[in-house]
């Protein structure tokens, strides 16, 4: 073996090849060193950054060079708009995420946005308000090879893949407003190839330095929107046709032609008394990525994602614990962004397999290999016994395939041997003393929602922060997800025996800040609409059933109503993503608290995620088939209520429903009892309209989605269904 | 695992038009490829039977050997004529290929036999790694009427079995990286 792998080391062959080596049967000999995804930092409370989204072939482990959509930005303080800046990631050409943002909390973001792929690199990317179309080939009755449409068969506008030369940012885990130019994800830029951050430096640092930020188009400068006015309707009379409607109606425009100003605050207090914000920001692992309706699957399979970490006060408690001073110590803080890459969407190919029996020409892309930053199955370092804590961020389209895809981190990578692992926060929110003392997900307490064992696992768009302590013993290590090494640890060098936190010991964890302590009971004043509804309030996940669609391993649907169909219709309270014009799905009053109950009517896996404000589970119901004691098939409820203080989260996984037979129906054969999640959420300080959906991206694409909307309480429920943004 | 470049990215086809002539650039895929093509030309096309408008990518389509139904199993690789519908007279071509795949090990050889296809597919001519094994020569397959395409391992004095790595990247871009396993009788 070891003569084999010198042998390899010496040839010379083209990096296509060389790249290949790093197969994962030999995983730890050809694993690359782990990096660090490159960074782009803030300074004296304000974050400057230039994000481009763009186009170029990049390296991709395992396959070679493919042509990718991906981020690439540069820390803009001080950039003159002229010379040249420092570019990160340094190589396009290389894949890698896109760059980790770092700011503090009460900082002020303020990144340039900018569009330039160049879309005749792609099929189906225009951004017509239409659905995408593929044509595939299969085998006809008299055993022919034909050409067939495969896309979008059912599939209906706007849920359907379409538009992907489209993107914006999304700011997953902040606390600000959906509007405007802060967490909009409502918003379409659309990409001018040849247009320069430079062209648009002056009238950005003017948007950027005005006292307020601007809520209104009309606040803007009118150089700016002038500039756009004329871009889109160089682009398409329809484009600036659809703005100006939503412009006279007081609404943000759909279409921006190139380049978008995103500017918000990240809420801060010194101190509760006083403070302008009911909630602040959490400071924590969080992240970015395109959110384009539509397009967010095949965006996040191009890699169009990153971290976005934001410090706090529980970053201070690590420094201090540890003695870092003001800053980590090198190489203790690890940025791990687990990413699957595939240029092409799927239900865009067919899967072709007449028989040959050739591997490879029979199976899919799925379920993908797991990248992490960009690598596949780098080695990290650490000395015998040290401590890192490891900021881990699933940015996969989420796909599970009934827990079994790569889109999941499964609990096995945080049981491997000999490591110590403390979780300190879940989806960029800290940990209570308490939870921090049970560790709810290491222990296997709190059920997982997928078809996986027991343990802490991280599904798409979830992140986790772990203090991860080394053996004692050298050696090289695997971490394994889905039964794939992922990640290689080689423990080596001197022993530097670091102490983790005593998670009995109540000095050794902070006491989670004011605006994170646990929300208590809603009154029934807070309730959602309909307001006559019941309470708590219930939200649906759910497919329907249609024969138009090609039935192909169809799952059966409950109650007899036959076969979901395949492609599935995903909804959620039995319709889909605007399926009936425009709605806001969910209204709530600005400062409301409400319990909400998340039901899974599928038999597959879903993750629930709303944006602007994370909330705490309140229970966990897994359906599990029994038998009763006359032998009769059915279910009870395993129930998960936590033993201390409910966890916060923004995306959490939905336990799949269960068809169960029933006997003694005349009219049933099948029962079905669906999963089910209560969170307890408070709609605090930020007004606006904004989109919970389905983390698992295809599925939102594909309708899983609903507009949410959050009024002043003296405008509630007038103002619900007043000048909805059009997003398509 | 991801498959091949070639299978996952669609090939870009270039419409232009050179004076009165609209041209569609030749292109070459595998089997299980796609291809869709990007109008340059001031006026709509539609290659076979697909729209794309001025400045527009089209759909994008898995192309058909002969252009509307070929009979199973396809010979390939061959290249076919396809037309514009919109347009009399204008035509391009595309190249299919066997997808590049390793053979399914184990395989077998018997003796006095010393070779073995362990790859077929793709389109020559290929940048193969040695096998890191004595016993194991990989070397192009040439093509034949009754052989595809692809990679033979020649094997000298080989033991009962032997397994070795097979990388090796064909014209088009595929990449094949797989371990292979020979059983010598």
Known sequence: ?728 | MLRNKEDLLATRINIRREGDAVVFEPAEVTFSGAVFWFNGDSEPHAPMGVDVQPNQTSSSVQPVPTGSAAPLPVPLPQSFTYECTLHKGESGTIAIYNDFVPNLSPLAVTKPATTVQVATGGKPPYVIAPSGETSVALVETPQSITADAGINAVLTDPPPTITFRLSATDALGGAVDSDVTIDVS
């Open chain 1, 1 to 728: 073996m070891q003569e084999r792998t010198i042998l390899r080391r010496l040839l010379p062959i083209i990096p296509t090849v060389a790249l290949l080596f790093a197969a994962s049967m030999h995983a730890q000999t050809g694993s690359p060193p782990f990096v660090n995804p490159g960074e782009i930092p803030s300074h004296d409370g304000k974050l400057q950054a230039v994000m481009i989204v763009s186009d170029t072939d990049r390296v991709v482990p395992n396959v070679g060079k493919v042509h990718l959509r991906f981020f690439q930005g540069w820390d803009a303080k001080g950039w003159d708009g002229k010379q040249p800046a420092a570019k990160v990631p340094a190589n396009a050409a290389v894949f890698s995420p896109g760059p980790t943002l770092r700011a503090k909390v009460g900082d002020k973001i303020e990144i340039m946005f900018l569009n330039t792929t160049d879309d005749a690199n792609f099929p189906n990317t225009a951004a017509a308000e239409k659905c995408d179309q593929a044509f595939g080939t299969k085998k006809d009755a008299n055993g022919n090879l034909v050409n067939v449409q495969i896309y979008p068969l059912a599939d209906q506008y706007p849920n359907c893949f379409h538009a992907s030369s489209t993107a914006n940012l999304h700011f997953h885990g902040t606390h600000t407003t959906p509007d405007a130019l802060g967490d909009n994800v409502l918003i379409e830029v659309m990409p001018v190839k040849d247009t320069t951050p430079q062209k648009w430096n002056a009238v950005f640092k003017k948007i950027f330095a005005m006292p307020a930020i601007p809520t209104k188009w009309e606040e803007l400068p009118a150089e700016y929107r002038d500039e756009q006015e004329r871009l889109l309707k160089a682009k398409g009379q329809q484009y600036w046709d659809v703005n100006a409607k939503q412009i006279a109606l007081g609404q943000f425009p759909q279409y921006i032609a190139g380049a978008f100003p995103n500017t918000f605050i990240l809420p801060n207090c010194a101190t509760q008394d006083g403070c302008q914000y009911k909630a602040l920001q959490s400071p924590g692992t969080h992240w970015y990525h395109a959110h384009k309706h539509g397009s967010t699957a095949l965006h996040s399979l191009n890699g169009l994602a990153g971290a976005f970490i934001i410090e706090g006060a529980y970053d201070d408690f690590l420094k201090t614990f540890y003695h870092f001073g003001a800053t980590y110590a090198p190489d203790f803080e690890k940025v791990i962004v687990f990413q699957q890459i595939n240029p092409e969407q799927n239900l865009h190919r067919n899967i072709i397999n007449f028989g040959a029996g050739k591997a490879g020409s029979a199976t899919g892309p799925g379920p993908g290999q797991v990248l992490v930053n960009g690598l596949l199955a780098p080695t990290l370092t650490m000395r015998p016994g040290s401590v890192q804590l490891w900021r881990i961020l699933n940015a996969t389209p989420g796909s599970a395939f009934n827990g079994g895809g790569g889109g999941i981190i499964s609990p096995s990578f945080f049981q491997t041997d000999g490591f110590t692992f403390e979780q300190t926060a879940k989806d960029g929110v800290q940990f209570s003393q308490k939870n921090f003392a049970d560790q709810p997900f290491l222990s296997k307490q709190f059920p997982n929602g997928y078809n996986q064992p027991a343990g802490l696992m991280v599904a798409g768009g979830n992140r986790v922060d772990v203090l991860v302590k080394a053996p004692a013993a050298k050696g090289t290590y695997a971490f394994l997800s889905q039964g794939a090494k992922v990640l290689w640890v080689k423990v080596d060098g001197d022993a530097n025996d670091m102490p983790l936190p005593d998670p009995k010991k109540a000095s050794d964890w902070p006491v989670i800040p004011w605006y994170l302590t646990n929300l208590q009971q809603p009154p029934a004043a807070d309730r959602p609409l309909p307001l006559s509804g019941p309470y708590p309030h219930y939200v649906s996940f759910g497919w329907d059933a249609e024969s138009n669609r090609a039935v192909a391993a169809a799952p059966a649907l409950p109650g007899g109503k036959g076969t979901a169909g395949f492609p599935p219709k995903w909804t959620i309270d039995d319709h889909q993503f605007a399926e009936f014009g425009p709605l806001i799905d969910q209204c709530m009053p600005l400062n409301g608290l409400q319990d909400w109950v998340l039901e899974n009517h599928t038999t597959v896996m879903h993750s629930f995620h709303i944006h602007i404000n994370p909330f705490q589970i309140v229970s966990v119901e897994t359906p599990v088939q029994t038998t009763d004691a006359q032998g009769v098939p059915t279910v009870t409820y395993k129930t998960y209520t936590p033993a201390g203080d409910p966890i916060w989260q923004d995306v959490v996984s939905l336990p799949a429903g269960l068809a169960v037979p029933l006997t003694g129906s005349p009219t049933l054969t099948q029962g079905f009892a669906p999963g089910r999640v209560t969170i307890r959420h408070q709609f605090v300080d930020f007004t606006g309209t904004f989109v919970l959906h389905c983390h698992i991206l295809g599925h939102e694409d594909r309708g899983m989605m609903q507009l949410v909307r959050i009024v002043p309480l003296d405008r509630y429920p007038t103002d619900c269904q007043a000048a909805i943004p059009h997003h398509h």
